[in-house]
Nanobody
Framework: EVQLVESGGGLVQAGGSLRLSCAAS????????IGWFRQAPGKEREVVSC????????YYLDSVKGRFTISSDNAKNTVYLQMDSLKPEDTAVYFC?????????????????WGQGTQVTVSS
């Protein structure tokens, strides 16, 4: 059974940091890309960052470049999203998702597997 479990969300003041984790199981981790998405109330879901677990190549949404860092620990089947200099507009539910690399394009939104999401709230 495929599972993606997010953790690390919470409430933080503007300028603060959070680290999200996505623990994966039930598939061959190295054959997949992991993406972090977010969805705020009334807004469309957007891809924040994603990484190939094969070669480590990564993609970032323009608005998070320089503030967020994605990394993958293949030994632990876990992907992290380090979020620094958080802004109120980063407030959203953050989801991780897995997509097999043979069908992966960094800007795509239709991933194979999804986690349940974790809330991130940034207060001003």
């Amino acid at each position: 059974e495929v599972q993606l479990v997010e953790s690390g969300g919470g409430l933080v003041q503007a300028g603060g940091s959070l680290r999200l984790s996505c623990a994966a199981s039930g598939f061959t981790f190295d054959d997949y890309a992991i993406g972090w998405f977010r969805q705020a109330p009334g807004k469309e879901r957007e891809v924040v960052s994603c990484i190939s677990n094969s070669d480590g190549s990564a993609y970032y949404l323009d608005s998070v470049k320089g503030r967020f860092t994605i990394s993958s620990d293949n030994a632990k089947n876990t992907v992290y999203l380090q979020m620094d200099s958080l802004k109120p507009e980063d407030t959203a539910v953050y989801f991780c998702a897995a997509q097999i690399l043979t069908n992966w394009i960094p800007t795509m939104h239709t991933y194979d597997y999804w986690g349940q999401g974790t809330q991130v709230t940034v207060s001003s």
